[in-house]
C-alpha cells in the first residue's frame, strides 16, 4: 500500500511535492418521479446521465485528476422507496449504465471519479453504493454505507467495513456517504486505515442542525482525522476542506464545481512546543487509548434505554419512503383546504397526516395548524397556515424541507444568486428585517434597471415564491417586475426572451407586478399575474403572444376586477407571494396560480394548462426591475430615476405566509 511518510516524534518527516487537482460537484438534484414504470425510470436513468456529462466534460477540460459526484446521482432514491419490487431489477441495470457512460466520460479526460446510487449486488441485498472509477473508468472499488438512517437502512442492508484504495497519485482514498459522516467514528476509522482523501457524496451535511452547524461538523471531521475532505453535495455546499479544517474551495450556483489543488500527503503540520509534527497523525493516532473505548463497538450501550423507539427500521422505511412521495403533496393539499377556508376538511387532512406519518416532518409540521384548527381558526387566519408560521422571524427556515430557497441578504451580499444584471446594490437603508436588503435603482440613461436570477433545478410541480418589496416615495411605474418560471432541464434559460412567442411546451411563466394601464392606474400599479402557458390568448390587434393579465376576481381587466384591484403603497414594506401549480398530464388543464399580498388570497386561477411534458418544472426566481430603454413607447410613464428594494426572499413547496413577528 501507498501511505504517507509517518514522522517520528522529534524528527520532521520530508514534505511531499505531489500535487494532484479535485473536483467536488454540486450537481442540482434530479429527482425521478416515483409513479414512473421500471422502463420509463430508466429512461430518467438516461435523460439525468446526458445532464451530468456536461459537468463531468467541465471538470476535465479543467485538468482535474478526480471528480466527486452528489449522493444519489442518478436520481432515483424516490423512486426506490415507492418501488421496492421493481427497485431490485432496475437498480442493476441503472447502475451499469451509470458506471459505463459516466465512467467513459471520465476516462476520455483521465479523470477519477466518484459515483453514489442504491445498488443491489448479486446476494440481492440493496445498499447505498459508491463506486470509485480508475482514470480508465473501470471500477477500482465500492463502499457500502455503513451507518444510514433508522428509516432508510429499513430496505437497505448497512455496510460492515471502511475499505480504502490505494492509487499512484491520489494516495490512499476512502469514501463516505451522506449519515455516516454524522456518526464521528466513519471517518476515524478511515483514516487510521491510512486514508489520505475521504471523498464524501451526500445530500446534507455531518451535523443535525442549522446550515453553520453542517459546515462546522464537517471542518472538525477532516481537521480531527488530519485527512482531506471533498465534499460533493446535491444542489449546494459542495467544497474542499484540509486536513486543517480550512475551507479552500467552495462551488457556485446549479451544477457548480468546487476546485481545489492539494497534495494528499501534505498540510497535516501541528503540535505543541515540545513536540512538533510534519504529520499529526504520528502523534495523534499513537496517543489514542484504544482499550477504553469498548463501549463504542456495543450494539445497545445505556443510553438506548432512556430513549426507546416505537417502529422498527423497516416500518420507519416504509413511511419515510411515502413521506418523500405521496405525502409531500397531501401535505400540500391540506394546506390549501385551509387557504380555501375548508376548516373542517383541512382538520381531517392533517389529522390523517399525522397518523400516517408518525415520526417525520409530515407528523411534526401537522401539529400547529391543527391546533390553530381546533381553536377555531378561520380563513382570516391564512397568513398563519404557512412555513414561516413554525420559523419566528424566518430564523431556521432554510432547513424546512419544502423550502428550495431562503435569502434573507443578511451575508452582506448576492452570493447565493446565480446570477445579476444591470444595477443590483445591497444597501442597509431601512430594510424589512435584520441589517441588509437589495436595491434595484431604475436611472433614464444610465440603465433598465436590475435583476437577480436564482434556479433551483430541476424544480418541482408546485413552487410558490415569497418576498418582501418596498418601492420608492416618488415610485411610477415599471415595465416588468419578479418571475417564476420553468425552463427546460438542459437549458436553463429556455423561459427567457420569450416576449411575444407562444410557449411551445419548451417553458412556461408568470410574474407578479404592478400593471400600470398606461398610466391609468396609480403608481405603482394594479397587482396582478402576467402569464405565458399553452393555451393562452393573442393580443388580437397584434398578433403576438403577450403575457396575459389576471387581475381579482379573475383573469382580464373587467369592471369587477377594476373594482377589486390591489395597489400597493409607495415607501412600506409589503409582503407579495405568488405560486404556480403545474398541470399533472399533457392533456389536463388542472394547473393553477395564486397570489397573496400580506398574507391575504387576493387572486387565485385555475384551469391552466401549463405544460406538455411532465419533466417540466418549476425552477427558477427571477427578481426584476425592469423599466424602459429609449425605443420603448411607453417611456413617457416612467421617471428618471426609481428604486425598488426587496428583502426576505424564500422560495418553497407550498405556501409561505409572512414573516412571523
Not at 50 to 74: H, N, Y
Not at 466 to 483: A, E, M, T
Not at 511 to 535: I, R
Not at 616 to 637: F, I, M, R, S
Amino acid at each position: 500500500m501507498t501511505h504517507t511518510a509517518v514522522a517520528i516524534p522529534g524528527e520532521p518527516g520530508t514534505p511531499s511535492t505531489n500535487t494532484v487537482r479535485i473536483a467536488a460537484a454540486q450537481a442540482a438534484r434530479r429527482v425521478i418521479d416515483f409513479r414512473l414504470q421500471a422502463d420509463e425510470a430508466l429512461a430518467a436513468v438516461e435523460r439525468n446521465l446526458a445532464e451530468l456529462e456536461p459537468i463531468i466534460a467541465r471538470a476535465g477540460e479543467g485538468k482535474c485528476d478526480a471528480l466527486v459526484l452528489p449522493e444519489d446521482t442518478l436520481g432515483l432514491l424516490n423512486w426506490v422507496g415507492a418501488n421496492e419490487a421493481l427497485a431490485k431489477q432496475v437498480l442493476p441495470k441503472a447502475a451499469k449504465r451509470m458506471i459505463d457512460r459516466l465512467g467513459s466520460a471520465a476516462a476520455r479526460h483521465r479523470m477519477h471519479l466518484v459515483v453514489c446510487s442504491d445498488f443491489t449486488e448479486s446476494d440481492g441485498a440493496t445498499y447505498n453504493t459508491a463506486f470509485l472509477l480508475g482514470r480508465d473508468g473501470k471500477e477500482i472499488g465500492r463502499y457500502h454505507k455503513t451507518c444510514p438512517t433508522w428509516s432508510e437502512a429499513g430496505a437497505r442492508q448497512r455496510g460492515s467495513s471502511f475499505p480504502v484504495f490505494d492509487t499512484p497519485d491520489l494516495g490512499t482514498v476512502g469514501m463516505l456517504i451522506c449519515y455516516d459522516l454524522v456518526v464521528p467514528e466513519t471517518a476515524r476509522c478511515l483514516a487510521l486505515a491510512g486514508a489520505d482523501i475521504i471523498f464524501f457524496p451526500t445530500m446534507g451535511g455531518a451535523a443535525i442542525g442549522d446550515d453553520d452547524l453542517g459546515v462546522q461538523a464537517l471542518r472538525v471531521r477532516a481537521a480531527e482525522n488530519f485527512i482531506w475532505l471533498v465534499v460533493a453535495q446535491c444542489g449546494s455546499g459542495a467544497m474542499i476542506i484540509s486536513p486543517q479544517g480550512k475551507i479552500v474551495a467552495q462551488a457556485e450556483g446549479p451544477d457548480g464545481l468546487a476546485i481545489a489543488d492539494m497534495d494528499p500527503h501534505g498540510q497535516r503540520e501541528g503540535g505543541d512546543a515540545l513536540n512538533w509534527q510534519r504529520d499529526m497523525r504520528a502523534r495523534l493516532f499513537r496517543e489514542r487509548h484504544p482499550e477504553a473505548f469498548g463501549i463504542l463497538t456495543d450494539p445497545n450501550p445505556p443510553v438506548l434505554a432512556k430513549v426507546p423507539i416505537g417502529l422498527t427500521s423497516q416500518e420507519a422505511g416504509r413511511i419515510m419512503a411515502r413521506a418523500l412521495t405521496l405525502g409531500e403533496e397531501e401535505f400540500r393539499q391540506a394546506n390549501e383546504l385551509i387557504g380555501r377556508g375548508q376548516t373542517n376538511e383541512a382538520i381531517a387532512a392533517f389529522e390523517r397526516l399525522r397518523q400516517e406519518y408518525p415520526a417525520t416532518w409530515i407528523d411534526r409540521k401537522s401539529e400547529e395548524p391543527l391546533a390553530r384548527l381546533r381553536t377555531g381558526a378561520t380563513r382570516d387566519d391564512a397568513p398563519h397556515s404557512g412555513v414561516a408560521a413554525n420559523y419566528p422571524g424566518d430564523a431556521g427556515i432554510r432547513e424546512d424541507p419544502a423550502v428550495l430557497f431562503a435569502d434573507n441578504f443578511e451575508g452582506g451580499d448576492m452570493k447565493k444568486w446565480d446570477q445579476q444584471r444591470g444595477r443590483v446594490v445591497m444597501t442597509e437603508d431601512k430594510p424589512n428585517s435584520g441589517r441588509w436588503c437589495v436595491q434595484m435603482p431604475m436611472e433614464r440613461g444610465q440603465n433598465h434597471g436590475g435583476d437577480a436570477i436564482k434556479w433551483f433545478m430541476p424544480g418541482a410541480d408546485a413552487v410558490y415564491a415569497r418576498f418582501y418589496v418596498k418601492f420608492s416615495p416618488d415610485y411610477q411605474y415599471n415595465h416588468h417586475f419578479v418571475w417564476l418560471g420553468a425552463n427546460q432541464r438542459t437549458n436553463k434559460w429556455s423561459a427567457f426572451g420569450k416576449a411575444g412567442l407562444k410557449p411551445n411546451g419548451t417553458y412556461y411563466s408568470t410574474g407578479m407586478e404592478p400593471w400600470f394601464a398606461w398610466g391609468k392606474n396609480p403608481p405603482p400599479g394594479e397587482v396582478n399575474l402576467y402569464t405565458y402557458y399553452l393555451d393562452m390568448e393573442p393580443d388580437q390587434k397584434m398578433n403576438k403572444y403577450w403575457g396575459n393579465g389576471f387581475f381579482p376576481p379573475g383573469p382580464g381587466k373587467g369592471k369587477a376586477a377594476r373594482e377589486s384591484r390591489v395597489i400597493p403603497p409607495l415607501n412600506q414594506w409589503q409582503c407579495w407571494e405568488f405560486m404556480i401549480q403545474a398541470n399533472t398530464a399533457p392533456d389536463k388543464a388542472d394547473g393553477k396560480q395564486a397570489m397573496w399580498v400580506d398574507g391575504r388570497l387576493v387572486g387565485e386561477f385555475t384551469g391552466l394548462r401549463w405544460r406538455n411534458d411532465r419533466d417540466l418544472k418549476v425552477n427558477c426566481l427571477w427578481l426584476e426591475h425592469y423599466g424602459y430603454d429609449e425605443g420603448d413607447p411607453t417611456k413617457q410613464y416612467w421617471k428618471d430615476s426609481q428604486s425598488v428594494w426587496f428583502d426576505d426572499v424564500v422560495v418553497a413547496r407550498r405556501y409561505i405566509g409572512p414573516i412571523q413577528r
